[in-house]
Every structure is written in structure tokens, then in C-alpha cells.
């Protein structure tokens, strides 16, 4: 009987036990790059809405507090979206019948939450009532808004550069790992504006200084300047001393930061 | 494990009986007679693991390689896309994330208690006590934590039905059964023959709408019956004081207590402002004339008597007698002389006698509704006789509107209806079908007036045993879901506040009778229309407050005549006594089908999802049966096949029956539970009967939970007497709990202090020196943090999910050693076999309760042994338990010495058996706490000292840029405690409560040997018995050793 296989078969073979060494680890990569990808966590992608809300317009050129809408975002855990009743307190006076604000006012007239219009933009299963919700934390983690505020960090901080989005997308995935970055460190992120002029602020109202300077078109600091376009900051050996004085000011435990029930409970 | 395996004969606890007699605490009677199936039990971690089948290498791992491929495919999904649905117009009074807490009040056994319930995203989640309303003072009972639990209970009735005999009821709408309705009554000239049958009526609202209804219909009658009634009390004023006044008693002012068969600390409207007067006297820093001593004469065991400085235990039949020569001997002249029962020694009674004399003003006699209307009002008689009126017992004119004798009332109503004089019939209300006794035969004749196409109608939450007989069910609005107002124990009207419209299409007592009476009316206009003298701001005063101010019952000017005294038979000596009782957790059945209450171990039994017959350890010697035999009871014509629970400190030939159980149609989790033994009762005493009893010879599964999670007898109880305690006053605290550091290998130093100076390091006391074994706090805890319940088949595996638990221990009476308070007391295990008496006889059992939650040790065994790290402790102290890390492998479990991990053995919170429609688990859903994380199968789960409290206050206190103050975190199960027993807060700081508790010499650690440090330690018992007695005792005893 003649060989079963030929010389060459020796190199499939090698092939073969190289890339079962290989493969689990390109396939584990390969896993976890997709799990973390934009597709998978939507993060930086727009989402639809029933109705085309734009921050950018709202927020930014008509310079509209976030508070207007969020309304209990210094005072609860939640920011809330804002009620039907709100927007209309605008549009019952203007765009009063521009279609795109068609089921804000079916909503109001009927007293039914905001419907979706168009049946085929919803794909199967998620409902016909309702805004998308674009950011959100797992069932087990106890996220509180206020507290946050409170420290003075400013929304863009998580959010990203919400002022500029025209269809609101997710600034950050909200990965465990990205949380501890912050609550490991948080002297790198806490910040207050050096100017003098704002040394009396309360460190809540600290929080929504950017964007009063960017509608009064005053001068930002490099950190408010990488805030508001969303680009990550590196902070200064002095800022980040400066941060651990805001540390010791607001009676920030550091240690406490990272113990589980913190966030989780 | 084989079921038949464990059991434990009577010979071996005959034997076992004999030798016990030395001082120690045993959880249950298998643990005392120790046989090796016990043990192999108790050393199980989980037992009953055998359950898991049983597979081969290869299927194993065929089936671990198939899960573990399944899992890694169940993570490989998008996140999915969700909808937000905010408001149409927000609310003006509540922000999203923001907990609003309205006053309202409970209705239980007709009377008002005022509660404060938390509203998250407008559905009330958690019940709590009203702090301001006179019932309550901030503390609340089981049944008004479990209510939450009633009002979203997926088997409530939501819609009128038109019930077809036989058949699937006919749904209908209001407007169609109250169309018929009213055509009917029409056809009645002048309401001839129209009956209304109510529970007990307090509320005003209620009684007006009553008088409307009677008032149009001027020869209808009203009737009143409710299966726990006063009907005793109200017999025993009327023969008193010629009229029905209401007693009630202010314990705030007692120092020498006697409950006569009276369970003052353990379950009635009163209860909770009860217990809580009576703890505020229980300081055992206090010397003698002010901390109170409670002497307990009763004819079953009950929370009362377990609690007693002392106890005798005497047959119900002997009580009238014990009642008679007391009286006679604090000179109660019309009393007569009396009779000694039998084994009562006269110089126990001398010394009671003497403590109750000595302070006149300060003694109160207290009896309990089984007993006779006679005892009553000789009770009142000794009360007048000590000066206790005005001071300790308070007269107050009746709180009912219209007070009657309910089994009369029914009696008649039953007579009136066998009699062809009812056409429509209306029972708003209550279960009669189940509860009247069999001598009363309202099921009969009700199913015999629908039969007769007369109009019966029942208006009521469940669609029940007596739905079932009408003609017409109309489904009740639960408390939180309509307008109302109810009187509560001392008459202070309170307001019965919504906080939600109808999860279902209900209406409230109230509203359909307006309806019925022409003048159809919505509940808040009644309320209202009948307190119209409160305007706008008065009103909104009261609603805030939740009751209204200067309602409280006037009191009654009366003088006690006991003119003759019907001399009361007691049976043969032999004859055996069966005493009805309302079941600790499911009170007479209203509660049947609450899943919580259900499985909440019953205070003395730990028993849940069950009713035995409760005996003694002498009795079931004498029948020859043990835990799980069934027996068979035969009275008034009628028998019951029940098993028995053997409970030690019952009194000789007697039974213990508790009503509520055995129900048909109760719903899907109470149908089938226990036994119903509502026949074996007489309408002319409700509460006793001679019953006859024999071993059946089968057994009943019964679920015990006594038995889990226990710490093999080691030193665990701790207490002492009132005089040893002060005798020890100058000592240093831990060398008076007999701990001496230096025995302990470990280094104690507090190492958290040093690591983190500024943070709170949190820690709890319990007292079980006012620890009545109430159970609050479990049913606190389950509402607050979610936890599931697993049915009974679950818990006879040992899987009772309940973070806190209440231990029970029993102690057989010191066998005559001289006893040093500064030894912990478990260590007395000496066995004594020339004293016989130990555990059989039932003056000889002493009771401590003990709640066991997390301990949150500074060493917590159960955080190395975790190999994801998923427990582990926090800055602040507390043993982090982390359901996302958790995979399950139970070690932690294994290695805490407390036993207070709960492992999710099943999708307990979704996969409940009989809850498995969408529509059921999203009902359920409704109920739960947001702020806790619902746990799945597969995760450890304990107490977290309600973490998300603390968050909470943690978060509130930094943006006020302060720390927490004391008490402003405050756990579940210490809000609800009645004897606010538990105390939580910052033991690094010395002026905390919890930190002067703690520096107390009572203060002692569970198993502190082992160095755990835990964080809750417990606070020793200090008992203050009457120095007459137990000298007297203690000398006896050394005269038999000697």
C-alpha cells in the first residue's frame, strides 16, 4: 500500500495544530472587538425617534437649558425626559403645524404617551409608544444623576458632545471599565473653571458652566474645549493637584469609589 | 435523604426526655433527642441535594459542553432597543427616581391602622408604620407589611361576576349586575326581606352610607359577623358595667402585668402600640418598680406567654377557677371563694398576688377573648380592686358605631334565612361559607336562597368559598385603591388614603352601597360629605397626618359589679380541650392566599404553609405519635385528620387548632394549604371544645423551617434575671458577659478605624431582651428588598429564601445549679437524670427569640472561599454581596458559621408556579422595590443592611454637604420592629445609639470566638421574674437533687 499522504500533508498538519493554538485567540479577539463594537453597543450611532429631536438645535443655537427638559437631574437619580407638556409649551405657539411635530400634538390632544407615526419604522418588537432610549446603564447598576451634578461634572463628561447632536446618539458604551476610570481616579475629572470670576459657583452650577460660556461665546478652557467637542482630556499634573483639592473639599471618599455596593445592590 | 429516615420515634423521645433536664436551648424537639438523621440533616449544607439526578460521567459532560455552548450563544445578541415613555403632563408633586410617601390607614379586624405607604413612579412598593398615628408610632405588624403583597395579587377578583352553579362564573359589567340589582330590590316593598350582612363596622363613612341604606329601605336589617370577634369581651363588659364599653389597656403605665389566656404581645389591632408600651418599660437599666414584670396564665403557648417573666400553663377549662380564687384573694367579695386548679401551687399565687397588691395603680390584669364572659368581668372587678382604671386600664365608649354579638347575629341571620323571611341577601365582606360554625348553617341556607333565585350578592376582594354560593360576586377595591375612613384601637379616626385608581374594575364598600341606595357617589365626595366640617387646609392637615385629631373615644364612667358568678364547669381531667386561635400569619383566612405570609415561619412553630394540630410533649407520649403523624379529632359531630406538631410548653390535654387554613377556593397559592378546622366549633363557644383524639396512623409532609440553618448548639443565647444583671453593674462589659479577650487567640484590635478614619462604619444591636418573636421584620425585609417566596416543597428542602430570620429557642428550667450571670447560659448542657421533669413538663420552658440577619463580619468566613470574588467587604463594613460576579458554587454558604446566605436555587421572582401568565408576573413586577436588584436563579443572595437605604441617605447627606446623622438610615426590619429591637447606625462614632447599645455589658458577639467580628451583635435578655418564685423554685429544685 502507498502513503496515505503526501509529503506537503505535513504542512496542513502544522497548519493545523499552529492555528488551533491560534484560533481561539483570533476568535476571542475577533468576540470581544464585535461585543465592544458601535454595531453592538451603539455607541456614536443615531438612533431613530419618533420625532426628530435636535439637541443641536435646541440646546445650542436656541440655548436652552438642559435643565428645562431634564428636570430632575439635580435632584433624583434619573434625568427624566420631559413630558409632552413641555415641548408644547413652545410649539403651541410655534411651528404649530409643521408634520414633523404631528405625534407631539397627538400626543397632547389625545393625552396618550408619543406614538411612533410610521409603522415601518418600527421594527418588530420594540413598541409603538415611546421615545428610543439611547443611553442606558444594565438592570444592576444604581446610576444617581444628582450626585453627579452635585461634584460638578458636566453632562458632556458621559454624554458626549449632546449640544452638537442633531439625532441623539450614545456618547460612551457605559463599559464597567470606562465608570472605574473616573471612580478610581477621580481627581482626573473633577474640575472647576480657574477663572476667579466663577470661584463663587456652586459646584452643581459649576456642572452646566461650559455650556453658559459657550452661548455667551466666552473664552473656554482647554478642558471645557475638549468637553463640549468630545474628545478625551488629559489632565495637567497641576489640574489634577487641583482636582485633589476638590476631592478633599467635597469630602469625596476615594476608597468608597470602587466598592461594589457603591453601584450595585 | 429518605423522608421516612429522618423521623424520629416516640421511644427514642421518650428516652431522650428522661435524660434532658440540665439548662440548655434546642431549636426543636429533633434537635433536643439529637438522632443521628438529625444530624445528618443539620451537618448537610443544603440538604435534600439528592434531588439533582443522578447522571453518568458522559451525560454530564455532554450536558455541561451543550450549557456551556448555549450560554456563550445567549450572550451574543445586540443590546436590545428599548422605549422611555414619559408623561403626557407630569405630575406637579413628583419628580422620575423621586419616592413619595402618602399616610393612609389598614383595615384589619375592622379597625384602622395608620400606615405610611411609598409610592415609586405612583405604585406604592412598601408599607410602613405611621410614626404620628396613635396605633402605630412608626412600627408596623406582618399583616400590614404583606398587605402590598394582597393588593397586587394576580387571583383578586377584577370584575363582577354572575356566578352559574357549577359552571364558569358569567363576567359581567357594574352597570348590568347593579341594573339587576336594583330592579330586584325594587320589587321589595319597603326593603322587606332585605338583609345586609357586614365584618365588624368602624368606619363612620361606612356606618352613614349603612343608615342610608337602612333608611330607604326601612325593614331591612343589618347584621354584623366576622369569625375573630369580641364577643367575650363584649359579653363580659355587659355583665361588668350593664353596657358594652371597649377595654384597652396602657401598658406605658404597668409594672406588674398578668395576661389571664391573653396574647396582649401578639396579634390584634392593638398589638403593635401594645408592644411597643410595653418594651418602653423593659430597660434593664432600669431598677425594679420601673421595668415591668408579665406573669402569664394560659391554655395554649402563645407569643405572650413565651415572652412572660413568668408562665403557668393550664388548661382553658381551669382558667374561670385560677380567675375565681384570685379575685377572692385581692378581695373581690361577690367573687366566692374559687377553686385551685389542680397542680397550681398556692404559694405561686400568694407571691402573684403579693407583687399585684404591692403596687396597686400600676398592676393590670388583662384577659383574652377565649376566655368566658365571666372571667372578663371579674377581670374587671380585680382591676377596679387594684386601681388600675385610668391609669394602666382604660374604658372608652364603644369605638363600633353599632356594637353587637356577632355569633348571636349570625345565629339569627341563619335562622331568618332557613325561616323563607330573606329575599336579597348582601355580605360585604368576610368568608362566612367557611368560617360559621357547622351548628350555624349559613352555607346551607345561603345555597339554598340562590337556589331559590332569591338575590344574594357578595361584594368582596376574592372571589371565595361564600362568592361561590351567591348569586352575584362584585369584586372589592383594595385599601390603596379607595377613598374611606376607619376608627383605629383607641377611636382616632384616621383616613383611608388611595394611592392608586384600580389595578381592576373594583369598587369599595362604600360606593356600591351608595349605588344601592340610589345616590351614587364616589368615595373621597363620602369621606368628605361625612367630615365636612374639615375645610380645605384642616382636610389636607389630616390627610398628611392620616388621621384626625380629637376622634379618640371618650372614656365610659363605669363602675364594675360582679353580682353572681355562674359557676363555670371544667371538664374532667382527662377530657382534652381544643383551643381555637386565629393562625399567626394567615389570621382566620383573609390572608390565605398572601405567599408571604404564608411561608413566614409562624412565631412559636416555625412552621409555614401549614396548621397542625399543636400538642405537647406529654400528650403525643400518650398517643404515640411525633411530628408528622397525623391524628384524628372528633367534636360536635364533626372530624378533622391533621398532623400534630409537638411543641413543648403546652399545657396538659389540650390542643392548640388555628383557624384560616384548609381553604377551598382561597386562590391559587393558599388553596390546599393546611387544614380547616373551622367544623369542630360551636356557635356557643367559639373558642374551646372537648375534642377526642387518636393516632390516625398516616403522616402528613409538613414544612418546618426550625431546623435550617442551625448553629449546632453552640454558644448562641445569652441572658440573665434583672437582679443578677444590676448585681453586676460595676463590672467591665465584656468580663460581665463572661468573655475574657485574653482567652482569644485573635487580635482584636479594630483595624477599620485606623484604615478609614472618616467613614462610616455601619453596625447593628439587636435586643433580645424585647424581641417578641414577632416576625415583623422578616416580612419587612421581604417587601423591601424582593425577595421570593419557593412554596412549601422548597422549603422542606431547607431554600427559605428570608434574609433575616427569627431563631426560636426553647431552655428547660435550670436544673437547680447555682448560675453565674457571667457564664453564657447555652453552655449549660449538663444532663441531670435524676430530675424527670425537663421538657415534659410545660412550666418548665422558657422561650428566647432571637433574629438572625447577616452579621457582616469584619472577618467574614464567606469572602476568601469565593473564587470570583463576588463577596467581599466594602469601606463601610459591610459584606458586599455581588449578584453579577456570582456563579454559584455556594462555598460562601458552606462557610459561614451564622448560616444566613440564600442561595436562588430556581427563577424563584419569574418562575412561580402558579404565576406564569404575562399578565401575572407583570402585576407582580408592579410590587417590587426599583431600588433592589432582582435576583435570578443561580446567585447567592443576603442581607445587605439595606444597602440602598444607605445609598440613599449617603447620596442625600453629600449634596448637603453634611454627614449621615444617627437614625437617618434606618434598615427595613428595625422601622418595622414594634419593640424597635433593632438598632442601626455608625459604630465608629461613640454617640450613636447603636454605639452606647453596644458599649452596654449586655452587648455580646454570635460565636465571636471564631474572630468573625461581627457587626451585629446582639444584646443579652435580662428576664425580671418575681424573687419569691424563683428563689422559691430554685430551692425546690435543690431539695429534689439534694
Known amino acids: ?265 | 435523604m429518605d423522608k421516612n429516615e429522618k423521623q424520629i420515634n416516640t421511644e427514642t423521645m421518650r428516652e431522650k426526655f428522661a435524660n434532658v433536664s440540665g439548662e440548655r436551648y434546642w431549636r426543636g424537639l429533633e434537635e433536643l433527642v439529637d438522632t443521628a438523621e438529625f444530624q445528618s440533616w443539620m451537618e448537610d449544607e443544603f440538604p435534600q441535594r439528592a434531588s439533582i439526578p443522578d447522571v453518568d460521567r458522559r451525560t454530564f459532560l455532554k450536558l455541561a459542553g451543550a450549557s456551556l455552548a448555549l450560554a456563550g450563544l445567549a450572550g451574543c445578541r445586540s443590546l436590545p432597543e428599548e422605549r422611555i415613555v414619559p408623561y403626557v403632563k407630569a405630575p406637579e408633586d413628583s419628580l422620575p427616581g423621586q419616592e413619595l410617601t402618602y399616610a393612609s390607614t389598614m383595615p384589619f379586624d375592622g379597625y384602622g391602622f395608620g400606615v405610611l405607604v411609598s409610592s415609586n413612579e405612583h405604585r406604592p412598593t412598601k408599607i410602613e408604620g405611621n410614626d404620628r398615628h396613635p396605633a402605630s408610632l412608626g412600627s408596623t405588624d406582618i399583616f400590614s407589611q404583606a398587605e402590598i403583597l394582597n393588593m397586587y395579587d394576580p387571583d383578586r377578583s377584577g370584575n363582577p361576576l354572575q356566578m352559574l352553579p357549577g359552571q364558569v362564573p358569567l363576567m359581567g359589567t357594574w352597570e348590568e349586575a347593579l341594573a339587576e340589582i336594583t330592579n330586584t330590590l325594587g320589587t321589595l316593598s319597603n326593603g322587606a326581606g332585605i338583609r345586609l350582612l357586614t365584618e365588624t363596622v368602624t368606619s363612620p363613612t361606612l356606618y352613614a352610607q349603612i343608615q342610608a341604606f337602612l333608611a330607604k329601605y326601612k325593614q331591612a336589617k343589618w347584621y354584623q359577623y366576622q369569625a375573630i370577634s369580641r364577643d367575650n369581651q363584649k359579653k363580659g363588659s355587659v355583665a361588668a358595667f350593664g353596657r358594652i364599653v371597649d377595654t384597652r389597656y396602657d401598658l406605658s403605665n404597668a409594672v406588674v402585668i398578668l395576661a389571664l389566656d391573653s396574647d396582649i404581645l401578639g396579634c390584634t389591632p392593638e398589638t403593635v402600640r401594645y408592644i411597643r408600651d410595653f418594651m418602653a418599660r423593659r430597660g434593664p437599666d432600669l431598677p425594679f418598680p420601673q421595668i415591668n414584670r408579665l406573669y402569664s396564665v394560659e391554655s395554649t403557648f402563645s407569643k405572650t406567654g413565651a415572652f412572660a417573666d413568668h408562665r403557668f400553663a393550664l388548661k382553658h377549662s381551669d382558667i374561670p377557677g385560677f380567675t375565681q380564687y384570685l379575685a377572692s384573694a385581692l378581695g373581690v367579695a361577690a367573687a366566692g371563694p374559687g377553686r385551685l386548679p389542680e397542680g397550681v401551687k398556692a404559694d405561686w399565687v400568694a407571691a402573684l398576688v403579693r407583687d399585684l397588691v404591692s403596687h396597686k395603680g400600676s398592676a393590670l390584669i388583662t384577659v383574652g377573648e377565649t376566655q368566658p364572659p365571666e372571667v372578663h368581668a371579674l377581670a374587671h372587678a380585680m382591676n377596679e380592686a387594684l386601681g388600675a382604671v385610668g391609669k394602666t386600664v382604660n374604658y372608652l365608649e364603644p369605638i363600633e358605631p353599632h356594637p353587637v354579638i356577632h355569633n348571636d347575629e349570625l345565629t339569627q341571620l341563619t335562622a331568618e334565612m332557613a325561616g323563607h323571611q330573606v329575599d336579597a341577601l348582601f355580605i360585604l365582606g368576610g368568608n362566612p361559607a367557611y368560617s360559621a360554625p357547622p351548628d350555624v348553617p349559613f352555607a346551607t341556607e345561603l345555597q339554598r336562597l340562590t337556589a331559590a333565585k332569591k338575590l344574594t350578592v357578595r361584594h368582596g376582594i376574592y372571589n371565595d368559598e361564600t362568592s361561590a354560593l351567591c348569586q352575584w360576586h362584585l369584586p372589592d377595591s383594595h385599601f390603596l385603591e379607595a377613598w374611606g375612613d376607619l376608627r383605629s384601637y383607641d377611636g382616632t379616626t384616621s383616613i383611608v388614603q388611595p394611592l392608586i385608581l384600580p389595578l381592576f374594575d373594583t369598587r369599595s364598600a362604600i360606593e356600591v352601597i351608595s349605588q344601592l341606595v340610589g345616590k351614587p357617589q364616589n368615595g373621597l365626595d363620602m369621606v368628605r360629605k361625612q367630615w365636612s366640617s374639615l375645610k380645605d387646609q384642616p382636610w389636607r392637615d389630616c390627610l398628611e397626618k392620616g388621621f384626625i385629631d380629637g376622634t379618640a373615644s371618650k372614656p365610659a364612667a363605669v363602675t364594675a359589679k360582679v353580682s353572681s358568678l355562674p359557676s363555670t364547669p371544667a371538664s374532667g381531667a382527662d377530657a382534652i380541650e381544643a383551643v381555637f386561635a386565629p393562625d399567626s400569619t394567615v389570621w382566620d383566612g383573609r390572608y390565605s392566599n398572601n405567599g408571604w405570609l404564608q411561608e413566614l415561619p409562624k412565631a412559636l412553630t416555625r412552621m409555614s404553609w401549614d396548621n397542625p394540630v399543636i400538642i405537647g410533649p406529654k400528650l403525643a407520649v400518650q398517643l404515640d405519635v411525633i411530628y408528622e403523624d397525623n391524628v384524628e379529632l372528633t367534636a360536635n359531630g364533626a372530624t378533622v385528620i391533621a398532623p400534630v406538631y409537638v411543641l413543648p410548653g403546652m399545657p396538659d390535654n389540650t390542643v392548640t387548632l388555628t383557624l384560616g387554613y384548609g381553604r377551598t377556593t382561597a386562590g391559587k397559592v393558599g388553596d390546599g394549604t393546611g387544614f380547616n378546622f373551622n367544623p369542630l366549633r360551636k356557635s356557643s363557644s367559639p373558642w374551646v371544645t372537648t375534642v377526642e383524639i387518636k393516632k390516625a396512623g398516616s403522616k402528613t409532609d409538613l414544612a418546618l423551617s426550625q431546623t435550617h440553618h442551625s448553629m449546632d448548639g453552640r454558644d448562641i443565647v445569652r441572658e440573665g434575671t434583672h437582679s443578677e444583671y444590676l448585681s453586676h453593674q460595676s463590672l467591665e462589659p465584656r468580663e460581665a458577659m463572661g468573655e475574657d479577650e485574653s482567652a482569644i487567640l485573635y487580635n482584636l484590635t479594630k483595624e477599620w478605624q485606623a484604615d478609614n478614619p472618616d467613614i462610616q462604619q455601619w453596625g447593628m444591636t439587636i435586643d433580645l431582651n424585647t424581641c417578641t418573636g414577632c416576625s415583623a421584620c422578616e416580612i419587612a425585609c421581604q417587601a423591601e428588598n424582593n425577595i421570593p417566596t419557593v412554596g412549601k416543597e422548597q422549603v422542606q428542602r431547607g431554600r427559605i429564601m428570608h434574609w433575616i430570620r427569627v431563631d426560636r429557642y426553647f431552655r428547660v428550667e435550670d436544673a437547680g445549679e447555682e448560675r453565674d450571670f457571667k457564664e453564657p447560659i447555652a453552655q449549660y448542657e449538663s444532663i441531670n437524670p435524676s430530675n424527670d421533669t425537663g421538657a415534659m413538663d410545660p412550666n418548665n420552658v422558657k422561650v428566647v427569640s432571637m433574629p438572625v440577619p447577616c452579621m457582616h463580619c469584619e472577618e467574614a468566613p464567606c469572602e476568601p472561599v469565593c473564587p470570583v470574588a463576588a463577596t467581599i467587604h466594602s469601606h463601610e463594613g459591610l459584606n458586599q454581596m455581588v449578584y453579577n460576579r456570582c456563579v454559584g458554587t455556594r462555598y460562601c454558604s458552606n462557610n459561614c458559621p451564622y448560616k444566613v446566605r440564600r442561595f436562588n436555587f430556581f427563577n424563584f421572582q419569574f418562575r412561580q408556579k402558579q404565576f406564569q401568565s404575562e399578565r401575572d408576573i407583570t402585576l407582580l413586577n408592579l410590587m417590587n422595590n426599583p431600588d433592589v436588584s432582582v435576583r435570578s436563579r443561580g446567585v447567592m443572595e443576603k442581607c445587605s443592611y439595606c444597602v440602598q437605604r444607605i445609598n440613599e441617605a449617603r447620596i442625600t447627606a453629600k449634596k448637603e454637604n453634611r454627614k449621615i446623622k444617627d437614625m437617618e438610615v434606618i434598615p427595613a426590619c428595625a422601622q418595622a420592629c414594634p419593640s424597635k429591637a433593632i438598632v442601626f447606625g455608625d459604630i465608629s462614632d461613640p454617640t450613636t445609639a447603636v454605639s452606647k447599645l453596644k458599649a452596654q455589658k449586655r452587648n455580646y458577639g454570635l460565636l465571636e470566638d471564631l474572630n468573625t467580628r461581627p457587626r451585629t451583635s446582639y444584646l443579652a435578655k435580662v428576664r425580671n421574674p418575681n424573687p419569691e418564685i424563683s428563689n422559691a423554685a430554685a430551692n425546690a429544685r435543690g431539695a429534689k437533687r439534694g
Open chain 1, 1 to 265: 500500500m502507498g502513503q496515505l499522504f503526501k509529503p506537503g500533508a505535513n504542512n496542513i498538519a502544522r497548519a493545523s495544530v499552529l492555528s488551533m493554538g491560534i484560533l481561539p485567540w483570533v476568535a476571542f479577539y475577533a468576540g470581544s472587538t464585535i461585543t465592544r463594537s458601535p454595531s453592538n453597543t451603539k455607541q456614536d450611532v443615531p438612533l431613530n425617534q419618533p420625532v426628530p429631536f435636535s439637541h443641536r438645535h435646541h440646546a445650542y443655537e436656541l440655548g436652552i437649558d438642559c435643565r428645562y427638559c431634564h428636570v430632575s437631574v439635580e435632584r433624583t437619580a434619573l434625568a427624566s425626559i420631559p413630558p409632552t407638556e413641555t415641548c408644547m409649551s413652545c410649539h403651541s405657539q410655534i411651528w404649530t403645524n409643521s408634520p414633523l411635530l404631528e405625534p407631539i400634538r397627538r400626543s397632547y390632544e389625545t393625552n396618550t404617551p408619543i406614538q411612533w407615526s410610521d409603522a415601518d419604522q418600527v421594527e418588530s418588537g420594540k413598541g409603538m409608544t415611546g421615545w428610543t432610549k439611547v443611553n442606558k446603564v444594565p438592570e444592576f447598576v444604581y446610576f444617581n444623576h444628582s450626585i453627579h451634578i452635585a461634584r460638578g461634572l458636566n453632562c458632556d463628561q458621559c454624554h458626549g458632545p449632546v449640544q452638537q447632536m442633531t439625532i441623539t446618539w450614545k456618547g460612551q458604551a457605559f463599559a464597567m471599565a470606562w465608570c472605574l476610570d473616573c471612580h478610581r481616579n477621580p481627581e482626573k475629572f473633577l474640575y472647576r473653571d480657574p477663572d476667579p470670576k466663577y470661584k463663587d459657583l456652586s459646584a452643581q452650577d459649576e456642572a452646566f458652566l461650559p455650556f453658559y460660556k459657550l452661548q455667551e461665546h466666552l473664552a473656554l478652557t482647554p478642558k471645557q474645549e475638549a468637553l463640549l467637542s468630545g474628545e478625551t482630556y488629559d489632565p495637567s499634573p497641576e489640574e489634577v493637584q487641583k482636582g485633589q483639592d476638590l476631592l478633599q473639599l467635597y469630602g469625596v471618599k476615594k476608597a468608597q469609589l470602587t466598592d461594589c455596593w457603591i453601584c450595585h445592590r
